[in-house]
């Protein structure tokens, strides 16, 4: 069962501006994405806003995959920092999993 | 009846008409009808210059009746009969007979059977014509009051704009407080003011207006009269009753709050709540919130709970409408619950958002804000677990369907508007009601206010489910379409309707039952006692004709002599 908690985002909210709560869930960042990485931004973020712990750390390799060139950001209509959600989740995930 | 002097027109509707049925041919059939002294054809006889022709035809030719076959009287009888009108011709003397919808476009398949048949429907117009007397709208004079049942916020704007306006308004409320749901409700969108300082402030403005006449604690208890002149009879109090005059009645009775079933959502449950509750404890301190003595940290939101619904066995008469203010007002709670503890998580569990408008930037402030939506399929609503810890289960469309587990200390179920059961007063007034349950306008874009009894309207959420604003916007419609009508101090009415022949009448009251519109009363002639017609009550329906055993009855302009002829020529048409 995925336990929906608000624990990951306070978390991640203590690093930054964690945003992708103002998500709308259009899809455009997927179907943007140049690396065709289908998780990523718009279902990650979602495990992420639920708080689906698992779901994020099966995920690690497509985290860090992620180019950050900007393009779902540069065309969101929700006006979510997607490139600084998923740096910040990076920091996250460095420190708890990696313990870097 | 071969001394009269009909003029008969065939339209072609561009093509819509002549690319099926033959006009020169219908023009000729008819030329040689009798009665009948001018036949012409004309491209599209609505048009200006058409009509004007056909104005210097009635004049020159000194046209005692005119038959147009055109399109459905819906479109046109108006203008045909306005320019009948214009020139000088009884507007009751002209015959519209519709050969597109009921010839050409019926039977694009068959040009000859089309003919045939706007030929036979042509000379059955004519037959009519010949039987058309002049006739004159029937004229009321109307009184400058009107009577506002309910003083909710529709009908307190109401009262407010017809006595600034100069109609003395009347204006009663079933309770003994005026302000309606809107006077116990908390912090409204979209501009933060609280319902009973919105109500206060109109009740203000209506003590101080002599036009207006507040009366609480008071039902309609009865209504006479027509358009323009209605009696009303109220009852105040536990036993007094008042007559008052007035020329029209504006509806704002409201709506009933869904209530949810004792197991719908875990219902039964002290923490599972409607939206409306929720929405009076926030009302309550500051800070955390507190609901039933513990603070509440994490609130499930379920939405569109008795609104949308489908037909099942479960739910066999289902509430199939969007209640429109029930997102944006849930979203609105939302953000104040941020505002207060931005530590609360927020579930919304919706299936679609409509903050439509200027509300959508509400939804943008509670995505920003933090608020988490999850959304789910009508087929899969959510499940909430009451045993135990309080949870909500859901699959979420949004993140792959996967099933979702939310504890919550609170579940909101975000409720809509179903309409108020007021059987007395739509029994009274004759209200139509819709298939949804509100009650009926005449058209929705159109006519939005208007009902089919002429003279009473609705405005309001008793109409269907509004905002606060659009409620406000329908009442002040109701407003200028009452003041359009009792300004001008007269109504006209159409003088199509039924008419007693008193040597047959023997007074067996069939036609009264009949009659749902009261329009047929009891009188002495010659010593006997016979029914009469309050014209001004009579639509001209004809319940009435096929039920008297005498005979003695017939509608203007649709009497059993003109039908007969008509359904004659129609038939020798036919048969040739």
Same mark, same amino acid.
């Given at each position: 069962?995925?336990?929906?908690?608000?624990k990951?985002?306070?978390?991640?909210?203590?690093?930054?501006?964690?945003?992708?709560?103002?998500?709308?869930n259009?899809?455009?960042?997927?179907?943007?994405c140049?690396?065709?990485?289908?998780?990523?931004?718009?279902?990650?973020?979602?495990y992420v806003?639920?708080?689906?712990e698992?779901?994020v750390?099966a995920?690690?390799?497509t985290?860090?995959?992620?180019?950050?060139?900007?393009m779902?950001?540069?065309?969101?209509?929700?006006?979510?920092n997607?490139?600084?959600?998923?740096?910040?989740?990076r920091n996250?995930?460095?420190?708890?999993?990696f313990?870097? | 009846?071969?001394?009269?002097?009909?003029?008969v027109?065939?339209?072609?509707c561009?093509g819509?008409?002549?690319?099926?049925v033959d006009v020169e041919?219908?023009?000729?059939?008819?030329e040689?009808?009798?009665g009948?002294?001018?036949?012409?054809?004309h491209?599209?006889t609505?048009?200006?210059?058409?009509?004007t022709?056909?104005?210097?035809d009635v004049?020159?030719e000194?046209? @005692?009746?005119?038959?147009i076959?055109?399109?459905?009287?819906?479109?046109?009888l108006?203008t045909?009969?306005?320019?009948?009108?214009?020139a000088?011709?009884? $507007?009751y /003397?002209?015959v519209? !007979?519709?050969?597109?919808?009921?010839?050409s476009?019926?039977? &694009?398949?068959?040009?000859?059977?089309?003919?045939?048949?706007?030929?036979?429907?042509?000379?059955?117009?004519?037959?009519?014509?010949?039987?058309?007397?002049?006739?004159?709208?029937?004229? !009321?004079?109307?009184?400058?009051?009107a009577?506002?049942?309910?003083?909710?916020?529709?009908g307190l704007r109401? *009262?407010?704009?017809?006595?600034r306006?100069?109609?003395?308004a009347?204006?009663?409320?079933r309770?003994?407080?005026?302000?309606g749901w809107?006077?116990?409700?908390?912090?409204?969108f979209?501009?933060?003011?609280?319902?009973?300082?919105l109500i206060?402030?109109?009740?203000?403005?209506?003590?101080r207006?002599?036009?207006?006449?507040?009366?609480?604690?008071?039902?309609?208890?009865?209504?006479?009269?027509?358009?323009?002149?209605?009696?009303?009879?109220?009852?105040?109090?536990?036993s007094? &009753? %008042?007559?008052?005059?007035v020329?029209?009645?504006?509806v704002?009775?409201?709506?009933d709050?869904?209530?949810?079933?004792?197991?719908e959502?875990?219902?039964n449950?002290?923490?599972?709540? &409607?939206?409306a509750?929720?929405?009076?404890?926030l009302?309550?301190?500051?800070g955390?919130?507190?609901y039933?003595g513990?603070?509440?940290? /994490?609130?499930?939101?379920?939405?569109?709970v008795?609104? /949308?619904?489908?037909t099942?066995?479960?739910?066999?008469?289902?509430?199939t409408?969007?209640?429109?203010?029930?997102?944006t007002?849930?979203?609105?709670?939302?953000i104040? +619950?941020h505002?207060?503890?931005?530590t609360?998580?927020?579930?919304?569990l919706?299936?679609?958002?409509? +903050?439509?408008g200027?509300?959508?930037?509400?939804?943008?402030? *509670?995505?920003?804000?933090?608020?988490?939506?999850?959304?789910?399929d009508?087929?899969?609503? =959510?499940?909430?677990?009451?045993?135990?810890?309080l949870?909500v289960?859901?699959?979420?469309t949004? +993140?792959?369907?996967?099933?979702?587990? %939310?504890?919550?200390?609170?579940?909101?179920l975000?409720?809509?508007?179903? $309409?108020?059961?007021?059987?007395?007063?739509?029994?009274?007034?004759?209200?139509?009601?819709g298939? @949804?349950?509100f009650?009926?306008?005449?058209h929705?874009?159109l006519?939005?206010?208007?009902? #089919? %009894?002429d003279? !009473?309207f609705?405005?309001?959420?008793?109409?269907?489910?509004?905002? %606060?604003?659009?409620? #406000?916007?329908?009442?002040?419609s109701?407003?200028?379409?009452?003041?359009?009508?009792?300004?001008?101090g007269?109504?006209?009415?159409?003088?199509?309707?039924?008419?007693?022949?008193?040597?047959?009448? #023997?007074?067996c009251?069939e036609?009264t039952?009949?009659? $749902?519109?009261?329009?047929?009363?009891k009188?002495e002639?010659?010593?006997?006692?016979?029914?009469?017609i309050?014209?001004v009550?009579?639509?001209?329906?004809? *319940?009435? !004709?096929?039920?008297? =055993?005498? @005979?003695a009855?017939?509608?203007?302009g649709?009497t @059993?002599?003109?039908?007969?002829?008509?359904?004659?020529?129609?038939?020798?048409?036919?048969?040739?």
């Amino acid at each position: 069962m995925n336990k929906a908690t608000t624990k990951l985002l306070t978390e991640l909210r203590k690093d930054g501006d964690f945003n992708a709560t103002a998500c709308i869930n259009c899809g455009t960042c997927t179907g943007l994405c140049p690396h065709g990485l289908d998780i990523l931004p718009r279902e990650l973020f979602r495990y992420v806003i639920l708080g689906l712990e698992d779901k994020v750390e099966a995920n690690i390799e497509t985290i860090y995959s992620c180019l950050l060139c900007k393009m779902c950001e540069a065309n969101c209509p929700g006006d979510v920092n997607i490139t600084a959600n998923i740096r910040t989740l990076r920091n996250y995930i460095n420190r708890k999993h990696f313990k870097i | 009846m071969l001394n009269r002097r009909i003029g008969v027109f065939i339209c072609h509707c561009g093509g819509n008409i002549s690319d099926y049925v033959d006009v020169e041919e219908v023009r000729k059939s008819v030329e040689n009808s009798p009665g009948v002294v001018l036949s012409k054809k004309h491209m599209f006889t609505c048009s200006d210059a058409a009509q004007t022709e056909m104005m210097k035809d009635v004049l020159d030719e000194k046209l @005692d009746g005119l038959v147009i076959a055109s399109c459905s009287p819906k479109l046109h009888l108006h203008t045909f009969r306005s320019m009948s009108e214009r020139a000088g011709l009884n $507007p009751y /003397r002209y015959v519209q !007979v519709n050969i597109r919808e009921q010839c050409s476009w019926a039977h &694009t398949d068959n040009m000859r059977g089309a003919t045939k048949k706007a030929i036979a429907l042509v000379e059955a117009g004519i037959a009519k014509s010949c039987l058309m007397p002049s006739l004159s709208t029937i004229r !009321v004079e109307t009184v400058p009051k009107a009577l506002i049942i309910g003083a909710g916020i529709a009908g307190l704007r109401s *009262a407010l704009s017809l006595a600034r306006l100069g109609i003395h308004a009347y204006l009663i409320e079933r309770e003994e407080q005026p302000g309606g749901w809107v006077g116990n409700l908390g912090e409204l969108f979209p501009q933060g003011k609280k319902g009973p300082s919105l109500i206060d402030s109109l009740l203000e403005q209506v003590r101080r207006e002599e036009g207006i006449t507040l009366f609480t604690g008071t039902e309609l208890l009865e209504k006479s009269g027509n358009i323009g002149n209605f009696t009303v009879k109220l009852k105040t109090g536990q036993s007094d &009753t %008042i007559s008052l005059n007035v020329g029209a009645i504006i509806v704002t009775t409201g709506f009933d709050t869904y209530a949810p079933q004792k197991t719908e959502y875990g219902f039964n449950d002290t923490n599972v709540i &409607t939206l409306a509750e929720y929405e009076r404890c926030l009302q309550e301190g500051t800070g955390e919130i507190q609901y039933n003595g513990h603070t509440v940290k /994490r609130v499930a939101y379920i939405y569109c709970v008795g609104s /949308r619904q489908k037909t099942s066995e479960s739910c066999p008469s289902p509430n199939t409408q969007c209640s429109r203010y029930c997102c944006t007002s849930a979203i609105h709670a939302a953000i104040l +619950t941020h505002k207060r503890d931005a530590t609360v998580g927020q579930y919304h569990l919706y299936r679609d958002i409509r +903050t439509y408008g200027k509300y959508e930037l509400l939804y943008d402030e *509670a995505l920003n804000l933090g608020s988490i939506f999850l959304r789910f399929d009508a087929a899969t609503p =959510p499940t909430v677990h009451t045993d135990g810890q309080l949870r909500v289960n859901v699959h979420d469309t949004l +993140t792959r369907g996967e099933e979702i587990e %939310i504890d919550a200390d609170l579940v909101v179920l975000v409720t809509g508007m179903v $309409p108020r059961e007021n059987k007395k007063l739509v029994n009274i007034l004759k209200l139509p009601i819709g298939k @949804d349950g509100f009650f009926n306008e005449i058209h929705p874009k159109l006519r939005p206010v208007e009902t #089919v %009894i002429d003279g !009473v309207f609705i405005a309001g959420t008793c109409q269907s489910p509004k905002t %606060i604003s659009e409620s #406000v916007a329908s009442a002040l419609s109701a407003v200028s379409k009452t003041a359009g009508l009792l300004k001008r101090g007269y109504v006209e009415l159409e003088p199509l309707v039924a008419m007693v022949d008193a040597d047959r009448c #023997v007074w067996c009251d069939e036609c009264t039952k009949a009659c $749902p519109y009261g329009a047929i009363q009891k009188v002495e002639h010659n010593g006997k006692e016979v029914a009469e017609i309050i014209p001004v009550l009579c639509k001209g329906e004809g *319940a009435c !004709v096929p039920v008297c =055993p005498k @005979d003695a009855l017939d509608v203007e302009g649709y009497t @059993d002599h003109q039908i007969t002829a008509m359904i004659d020529a129609f038939s020798k048409e036919m048969a040739k």
